[in-house]
């Protein structure tokens, strides 16, 4: 059982749609994020929520909107897709406010054309 | 700001030998843990090595080992006996401060093993 999957691995849009990354953990963790890594690999970290409650809302414009309808699943949907939002979207899940660090997915290769 | 600065962008090292990465961090945080990540090319992003900052004792897990410096905020990573598959970008990550579950990364340091 993979502990944080998301999908899709691989997603090629035109620029102005709209789509949707999914994020579950089978791992018990209370908190999720979603972290950004740009082409030349810099990670940094855009949202995070608690137990479903938004706690981390980092200066991100506010086409990206994430929603967690419980603990276990954190999605994030782009609107009105742009051509820098072409990077890889990492989720990840802690514990215990990160003591033991964060689990992450394999992340989603987006790529706006 | 918040910062974590690894300042080697590239490293290279030859198989079996030894090799250190390192990171300076600021967190006002008094309690916190520190962490090395491994992003291999598959893009997997793998927990390498954890620090507790209450701890004086540097972590070690088999062939990755810490040099932790509190005082300094310096915590480099050391990878003896390297391997073809620590071919990878390594992330160093502390907490931002006011909120321990934030992690900032660093730039990463991609290292190169070689025959």
């Known amino acids: 059982d993979t502990a944080v999957s998301q999908t899709p691995k691989y997603l090629v849009t035109q620029m102005g749609n709209d789509k949707s990354i999914k994020c579950e953990q089978n791992?018990?963790?209370?908190?999720m994020y979603w972290y950004k890594q740009d082409s030349k690999k810099f990670l940094k970290i855009m949202f995070s929520?608690?137990?479903?409650?938004?706690?981390i809302n980092e200066t991100v414009p506010n086409r990206f909107s994430p929603k967690s309808p419980d603990k276990a699943h954190l999605n994030l949907h782009i609107n009105s897709l742009e051509l820098g939002d072409s990077a890889v979207y990492f989720c990840?899940?802690?514990?215990?406010?990160?003591?033991?660090?964060?689990?992450f997915g394999s992340g989603t290769r987006l790529t706006v054309v | 700001a918040q910062t974590v600065t690894q300042s080697q962008p590239e490293m290279s090292v030859q198989e079996a030998e030894t090799v250190t990465l390192s990171c300076t961090y600021d967190?006002?945080?008094?309690?916190?843990?520190l962490f090395w990540y491994k992003q291999p090319p598959s893009r997997q992003m793998i927990l390498v090595i954890r620090?507790?900052?209450?701890?004086?004792q540097n972590a070690t897990e088999n062939r990755f080992s810490v040099n932790f410096q509190k005082a300094a905020k310096s915590f480099s990573l050391k990878i003896s006996d390297s391997q073809l598959g620590d071919t990878a970008m390594y992330f160093c990550?502390?907490?931002?401060?006011?909120?321990?579950?934030?992690?900032?990364f660093g730039t990463g340091t991609r290292l190169q093993v070689t025959l």
């Open positions: 791992l018990g963790h209370d908190t």
């Open positions: 990840a899940s802690s514990q215990q406010q990160g003591a033991y660090g964060y689990t």
């Open positions: 990550a502390s907490p931002a401060a006011g909120t321990a579950s934030k992690l900032t």
């Open positions: 929520y608690n137990n479903k409650e938004l706690i």
């Open positions: 967190t006002s945080e008094n309690n916190y843990y």
């Open positions: 620090q507790e900052a209450y701890k004086q």
